[in-house]
C-alpha cells in the first residue's frame, strides 16, 4: 500500500511471536488516502461496524470500502473494523472518530 505500508509505520520492535501493531491519528484527507490504499492493494474479508446502539453489527462484504468510508462519517458509528490481506499477511484495522479525529489500529495476525 502505497502511503500506508503497514512495515513503514512500524514504532518500534515487535515482540518474538507477537502480533505487530501500529497506532496513529489520521487526519480525513489521511483517512480518505488509507481507503483508496486499501481498496487498490488489499483484499478485504470482512467489515464490522460498531454503533452506538448494538455497540457491535457484523456487516459482511456488501457492505464495501466506499459505504464504510462514509458510514464513519456518521454521528451513530463508532468504529469500523476492516479483516483484510496485505502481501498474503493477516490485517485488522479498528478506525474510530473521537473528538473529531480518526484512530487508527492495524494489527498483523
Not at 23 to 42: I, K, Y
Amino acid at each position: 500500500m502505497s502511503d500506508h505500508d503497514p512495515q513503514a509505520e512500524t514504532t518500534s520492535q515487535p515482540i518474538t511471536g507477537a502480533p505487530l501493531s501500529v497506532e496513529a491519528t489520521l487526519s480525513t484527507s489521511d483517512l480518505d488516502d488509507l481507503f483508496r490504499d486499501l481498496a487498490a492493494c488489499t483484499i478485504i474479508q470482512h467489515i464490522a461496524i460498531k454503533d452506538s446502539v448494538n455497540q457491535s453489527t457484523a456487516v459482511p462484504i456488501p457492505v464495501d470500502l466506499v459505504k464504510g468510508r462514509l458510514l464513519l462519517d456518521q454521528p451513530h458509528i463508532n468504529a469500523l473494523q476492516l479483516r483484510y490481506t496485505y502481501r498474503g499477511e493477516q490485517w485488522i484495522d479498528t478506525i474510530t472518530r473521537q473528538q473529531g479525529e480518526y484512530h487508527l489500529l492495524r494489527v498483523s495476525h
